[in-house]
């Protein structure tokens, strides 16, 4: 165990990121066999030391406990689009794309306001509709003064904070550290503000979001003391996951398995809805290649008797997929997106 590792008393594996994003010698080393490891061993792990202030966490929970307090009729009108971004009712939402087994389609517990990049209205990939590259919706400036302006540096902090770490992903790959360089050019993510309010009762087949793998290259929960996240362990146990304050819980997804034909996880996870009185608040950030990288097999992960288990695929096909399998607002606009290439049987995530 290096330096940049600790035990905990969860099962999940804490790197402390500290020495790695300051440059130290031998650090990115040290700290890609740990990152190896747990993405080999576990599919996620607690990232401490990662650079990204607290107050700005805390303003992004203050904005989102905001969003979600408005008047239903207000954030209708930011009803999410076929892009994907805007605002999603409670139990509009499905967990189908989903490679856990046993799971009822329930509608999810949850709402959230969800947004991509920041592109202006005139951008060329807003005004040709490319999927998934749109201006956001907006509350309006008097609605909600600064919103915008908060949401904006917490995706720009958080963009900035994964492109420090792929070269490590790179090196816990035996590959050069600039491997990643091209494919995330111009990476593209989501932010999701969630509101999980409490279950009306104790109905164990009811989630906030039902068992699911992540879509994304690697996917950063920032801990705000709301615990809820569980993580089915290799084992198939289910493991509450306790919120540290100051802490990023992460993990990678089923593009990033894709990639590396299954040698790094994407591990199944869910989040139970309170109980209580209280309402949960989360905001996952959502990290991937730029929208037409063809992500192949790497090299370094297949051979002549394991070779690769998927065709080259593209963030903008996966998603296109991925979004009509689990949104009703992506679903209800099929005829919006002219193609839709969907993932083949043989090339399934789900297999």
């Avoid at 089923?254 to 299954?262: A, C, G, Q, S």
């Amino acid at each position: 165990m290096s330096a940049s590792m600790e035990h905990d008393s969860a099962p999940l594996p804490v790197l402390d990121a500290a020495a790695y994003l300051a440059g130290g010698a031998g650090a990115r080393e040290g700290f890609a066999a740990d990152l190896r490891h747990a993405l080999e061993s576990v599919g996620f792990y607690i990232l401490t030391n990662h650079g990204v202030s607290g107050a700005l966490i805390d303003a992004v929970l203050d904005v989102t406990r905001a969003f979600h307090a408005q008047p239903l009729a207000a954030k209708m009108r930011l009803l999410a689009n076929q892009h994907n971004v805007g605002y999603m009712p409670l139990n509009s939402s499905t967990s189908r794309a989903s490679r856990v087994e046993g799971v009822t389609a329930r509608p999810n517990l949850v709402s959230a306001y969800f947004v991509k990049r920041d592109l202006p209205p005139d951008h060329p990939d807003v005004i040709s509709n490319k999927p998934f590259r749109p201006s956001n919706p907006w509350p309006p400036p008097l609605a909600m003064p600064g919103f915008r302006e908060t949401v904006v540096a917490y995706c720009t902090a958080m963009e900035t904070l994964c492109l420090k770490l792929l070269p490590a992903y790179a090196v816990a790959l035996e590959l050069a550290p600039e491997f990643f360089d091209d494919a995330f050019g111009e990476p593209q993510f989501s932010l999701r503000m969630s509101h999980y309010p409490p279950a009306e009762s104790g109905d164990a087949g009811q989630f906030g979001v039902a068992p699911h793998t992540d879509s994304s290259f690697l996917t950063m929960l920032a801990q705000i003391g709301h615990p809820g996240l569980q993580v089915r362990l290799p084992d198939g146990e289910w493991y509450d996951v306790p919120s540290r304050p100051g802490t990023i819980v992460v993990n990678s997804g089923d593009m990033l398995r894709r990639w590396t034909n299954h040698r790094f996880l994407s591990t199944p996870h869910r989040a139970v809805s309170p109980v209580s009185g209280s309402d949960r608040y989360a905001f996952p950030f959502f990290f991937d290649a730029a929208a037409d990288h063809p992500m192949a097999c790497l090299p370094i992960c297949c051979t002549q008797a394991n070779p690769p288990r998927y065709e080259p695929i593209t963030y903008t096909d996966y998603m296109l997929w991925f979004t009509r399998r689990n949104y009703d607002h992506v679903r209800v606009k099929d005829g919006t997106f002219a193609t839709d290439p969907g993932v083949p049987a043989t090339q399934s995530d789900h297999d």
